[in-house]
């Protein structure tokens, strides 16, 4: 599916829909998410079922370590293309 | 607070007398009845939908078979983090006087786990996965005890008025009555402590919160609301009931003005409780 680019974009989008109080040049690809409250801990579960959308597999959240979710960069290394599966 | 105390005393004298053995309470047939509803039709995510409207009466039948099992599987997420909480706040210094009840609240939420834990596994053979994740955070004093407590009466509020319903729907197998008539005979009780729980805490420590801890706790419960709503509207329930691109169908039906409205109907108490006692302002 997916390379690297296309995952970001797709995630970038996915944010800015989501937030809808940040422009796409508001925040870059290593920006803080949680932290700067880009997306919050109660918006992870749509990012979740996002990501298993995007990449066509399951999410163990109980797997997941702590940070995976910290910048579009982690999150792409995380999930996206070759990524470790969870952070 | 003597009324505190003696609510806590009626709560776990009531606690005591019906106190329950959920490995006897509920009759398990070896199948579920082919073709019955499982939940109330009414009260399936769905219902009124784009998509329900173009689903055949057999296929509403079965979504109905894995809303049950999500609702019962978001229950079973519910109180895993629920009974956490609770073990970690009993005989908690300066919470001795709710230690007595929160012995009775966790064991009766474990024995909730064991019926809606046993229709998953007898029926669906599965629990649907939980997706939320929790960040550790620095909290304001009180802040973290009054926030869970809060998520947890928020929760169980929703909760009791889907069981109230389901528990007298004659359409559905008894199992499943039985199931919610027996959750909401103890959550009864634990929205009641929760009610005034809640009050109590916020009075005590939202007077010395900052202006922005107290904007965050408003904001934050607003938006748990939505996200305890989410749960409901399972993509994974509407791919076993065989809905073409669910997650596009949790989104479109999240959207849909008659979910909304029914969101706000079954909600209404939760947040009227909540304006009321202060803790969100009028209009949320």
Redesign the interface.
């Known amino acids: 599916m997916n390379t690297e680019g296309s995952f970001k974009k797709e995630l970038r989008d996915w944010i800015v829909v989501r937030n809808q109080k940040i422009a796409p040049e508001d925040f870059d690809d290593d920006t803080p998410l ?1 932290q700067e409250r880009i997306i ?7 990012l ?3 990501l298993e ?1 995007l990449t066509g597999s ?4 109980e797997q ?1 370590k ?1 940070g995976a ?1 910290r910048s579009v960069n982690v999150i792409c290394a995380s999930f996206g293309p070759g990524g470790q599966r969870g952070g | 607070m003597a009324d505190f105390a003696q609510v806590l005393d009626r709560l776990c004298a009531a606690s005591r007398r019906r106190y329950l053995d959920p490995y006897a309470e509920i009759i398990w047939p070896d199948v579920l009845e082919a073709d019955a509803w499982s939940f109330t039709p009414e009260l399936i995510s769905l219902y009124g939908t784009g998509v329900w409207e173009e689903m055949t009466d057999a296929q509403r039948r079965s979504l109905s078979f894995f809303e049950t099992v999500n609702f019962f599987s978001l229950n079973i997420h519910g109180e895993k983090s629920l009974v956490e909480g609770l073990a970690r706040r009993v005989h908690q210094p300066g919470a001795e006087d709710i230690t007595p009840y929160l012995h009775h609240f966790l064991d009766e939420e474990n024995k909730h786990m064991v019926y809606f834990g046993g229709f998953c596994r007898r029926y669906a053979g599965k629990v649907y996965r939980d997706r939320k994740v929790a960040f550790p955070r620095e909290y304001a004093p009180g802040e973290e005890d009054f926030l869970f407590f809060a998520r947890v009466l928020i929760f169980e509020e929703i909760v009791d008025v889907y069981n109230v319903r389901m528990a007298k729907d004659e359409r559905l197998p008894a199992v499943v009555r039985r199931i919610n008539e027996l959750h909401h005979q103890e959550e009864s009780r634990h929205l009641a402590f929760g009610r005034l729980l809640v009050k109590r805490l916020f009075d005590r420590y939202a007077a010395v919160w900052s202006p922005e801890t107290l904007a965050g706790v408003r904001d934050y419960l607003a938006a748990y609301v939505g996200a305890t709503w989410r749960e409901y509207y399972n993509p994974d329930a509407y791919r076993d009931a065989g809905i073409f691109d669910p997650l596009a169908v949790q989104q479109r039906a999240l959207e849909d003005q008659r979910c909304r409205a029914h969101r706000e109907r079954v909600t209404a108490r939760a947040l009227k409780y909540l304006r009321e006692a202060h803790v969100l302002e009028a209009g949320v």
Do not use: G, K
Request: net charge negative; no cysteine; proline share 5%.
């Open positions: 949680i919050t801990s109660l918006q992870v579960l749509d979740v079922l996002f959308e399951a999410v163990d959240v997941l702590p979710f």
